[in-house]
T-cell receptor, first 112, second 114 residues
Framework: GNSVTQMEGPVTLSEEAFLTINCTYT??????LFWYVQYPGEGLQLLLK?????DKGSNKGFEATYRKETTSFHLEKGSVQVSDSAVYFC???????????FGKGTMLLVSP | DAGVTQSPTHLIKTRGQQVTLRCSPK?????VSWYQQALGQGPQFIFQ???????QRGNFPDRFSGHQFPNYSSELNVNALLLGDSALYLC?????????????FGPGTRLTVT
């Protein structure tokens, strides 16, 4: 079956530091890949997505590249802000009706 | 444009009871999916409704059932509640665009079973 593995958190960074959150997946076929963000007390917001190999998704300074050869979709940001503190979820959808399979989430804490 | 709304926000129930959670999709969306998010875990897919029918189901027991109404809103029902059903229940709505779906999530209902 499908599965998503993320690096465990929390990831603790100082403001303006470089961020990488690793994500690898297992899926049959050619899934679409997503990063969602969850702020405290809120639901999930789509951060970015990529639908085929070598696609790069980007939004709000975050980016991730769909790497089919390494089955990975690592999230990166060049300079994090305190407001980026949240839980980040990597997810895949293997087509059909686009139901999502999520990783366990990685908490990011950014200090001033 | 209102996004996905869910009610209630919080709920406390006792083991063995039944609960109903409600979801109104984003305007223009015809598909509703439900997810369970246990504390410290990622969301897990429960089921998806389209045209008032359950179209796809995840690995959840029959105690979990749902309904979709003609206006596309949806309910999630859980019978014979267990302590392990305590979780954040997320509703997501979507519609088919350019051959794919993009899911928009509501804020969730926090269910506590005591």
């Amino acid at each position: 079956g499908n599965s998503v593995t993320q690096m465990e958190g929390p990831v603790t960074l100082s403001e303006e530091a470089f961020l990488t959150i690793n994500c690898t997946y297992t899926a049959t076929g050619y899934p679409s890949l997503f990063w969602y963000v969850q702020y405290p007390g809120e639901g999930l917001q789509l951060l970015l997505k990529a639908t085929k190999a070598d696609d790069k998704g980007s939004n709000k300074g975050f980016e991730a590249t769909y790497r089919k050869e390494t089955t990975s979709f690592h999230l990166e940001k060049g300079s994090v802000q305190v407001s980026d503190s949240a839980v980040y979820f990597c997810a895949l959808s293997d087509g059909g009706y686009s139901t999502l399979t999520f990783g366990k989430g990685t908490m990011l804490l950014v200090s001033p | 444009d209102a996004g996905v709304t869910q009610s209630p926000t919080h709920l406390i129930k006792t083991r063995g009871q039944q609960v109903t959670l409600r979801c109104s999709p984003k305007s223009g969306h015809d598909t509703v999916s439900w997810y369970q998010q246990a504390l410290g875990q990622g969301p897990q897919f429960i089921f998806q409704y389209y045209e008032e029918e359950e179209r796809q189901r995840g690995n959840f027991p029959d105690r979990f059932s749902g309904h979709q109404f003609p206006n596309y809103s949806s309910e999630l029902n859980v019978n014979a509640l267990l302590l392990g059903d305590s979780a954040l229940y997320l509703c997501a709505s979507s519609f088919r665009k350019d051959g794919s779906y993009e899911q928009y999530f509501g804020p969730g209902t926090r269910l506590t079973v005591t």
